[in-house]
């Protein structure tokens, strides 16, 4: 049974940072692509950054320069470093199995909350 558990979300001003955490158990972590996605109220679940097995990386336009996509495969996590943080990143942040092509599957966490006041 695949089990994703996200953690590190929490209430940051304007221009905060920080690091989302989600391990992952029931899978061979090392073999598979990980990925951050986030939802925001009233917005569609977007992906905001994956890794493959072998490092590879993708970000949303949005994040890229202040999130960084990272994992330890030696504890089946995959981590999210947040920086300059801005209001519009305020959302539900989930981790996910990807499949191919960056797509989603359907192992998703419980989600963390993510606040980031003006």
């Known amino acids: 049974q695949v089990q994703l558990v996200e953690s590190g979300g929490g209430l940051v001003q304007a221009g905060g940072s920080l690091r989302l955490s989600c391990a992952a158990s029931g899978i061979i972590f090392s073999i598979n692509a990980m990925g951050w996605y986030r939802q925001a109220p009233g917005k569609q679940r977007e992906l905001v950054a994956g890794i493959t097995s072998g490092g590879s990386t993708n970000y949303a336009d949005s994040v890229k320069g202040r999130f960084t996509i990272s994992r330890d495969n030696a504890k089946n996590t995959v981590y999210l470093q947040m920086n300059s943080l801005k209001p519009e990143d305020t959302a539900v942040y989930y981790c996910?199995?990807?499949?191919?092509?960056?797509?989603?599957?359907?192992?998703w966490g419980q989600g963390t909350q993510v606040t980031v006041s003006s």
């Open positions: 996910n199995v990807l499949g191919p092509r960056w797509l989603a599957t359907d192992y």
